[in-house]
């Protein structure tokens, strides 16, 4: 990355600070995990409840704590789903916040690119540790791998490569695709074309002039 990348960089990383995403968003992990763990607790108890008596208060009781059990699934992935959609806002947040104090947006989305760019070529494993990257890396490699996929489709002038407005025209479609929309719900992260996209909504209402502070996060 070159001087102005890394300042949008750090600067999407003074949004998280600013935002105080950290507390936020590790106060309300807790709550998709507290309904995973009642879930298992109440099926484990479920299932040492001996139910070969008949007795009907026993049956009665087994069957709540199964009730009970996949009640507290269904709050868990509600809550989970939750989480995410709310951790890949606070990244949008953060990505307008560099671009307000930077003013260059173009700077992070081009830091943007070359980081997913880069993760989606490194062969380790995804880390536990992913979600606290600017990026994530398997949904890099999920990113490039789709792009290419459907390279022949985006390559308009069939020369084997695709060209800036190529791209553009590649991340805008895959931005509005159903696919794409459902794979990132259990994602802590944006896609990435969805979030050059976002910066270049607000790049070009720098450049009408019409951007102020009260419109640090009308794109988002």
């Known amino acids: 990355l070159n001087q102005n990348e890394v300042r949008g960089v ?6 998280h600070i600013k935002h105080k995403d950290f507390v936020v968003m590790t106060v309300l992990s807790a709550l998709p995990l507290i309904a995973y763990l009642i879930a298992r607790l109440t099926f484990r108890v479920a299932l040492a409840t001996d ?23 269904v709050v868990y992935i509600i809550t989970l789903l939750c989480v995410m959609r709310l951790s890949r806002l606070r990244e949008h947040y953060a990505d307008a916040y560099s671009a307000y104090v930077t003013g260059e ?6 830091a943007l690119t070359k ?15 992913r979600t606290l ?4 890396p398997a949904l890099a490699k999920q990113e490039c791998r789709g792009i290419m996929q459907r390279k022949e489709e985006y390559d308009l002038d069939k020369d084997g490569v695709l060209d800036e407005r190529e791209l553009e025209l590649a991340m805008e479609r895959e931005a509005k695709s159903r696919w794409t929309t459902v794979n990132t ?3 802590t992260h944006p896609a990435t074309y969805q979030r050059i996209l976002l910066l270049r909504e607000i790049e070009k209402e720098m450049e009408s002039g019409r951007y102020s502070s009260d419109h640090i996060y009308i794109h988002v």
């Open 105 to 110: 947006p173009s700077q992070l989305g081009s």
């Open 133 to 136: 990257y600017i990026g994530d």
């Open 51 to 73: 139910g070969g008596k008949k007795k009907g208060g026993e049956v009665a009781f087994r069957a709540l704590l199964f009730v009970a059990a996949a009640i507290s699934y």
């Open 185 to 187: 719900w259990f994602a």
């Open 115 to 129: 980081i997913t760019y880069g993760l989606s070529l490194s062969p380790r494993p995804p880390h536990g540790a």
């Open 10 to 15: 750090i600067g999407h990383e003074l949004g």
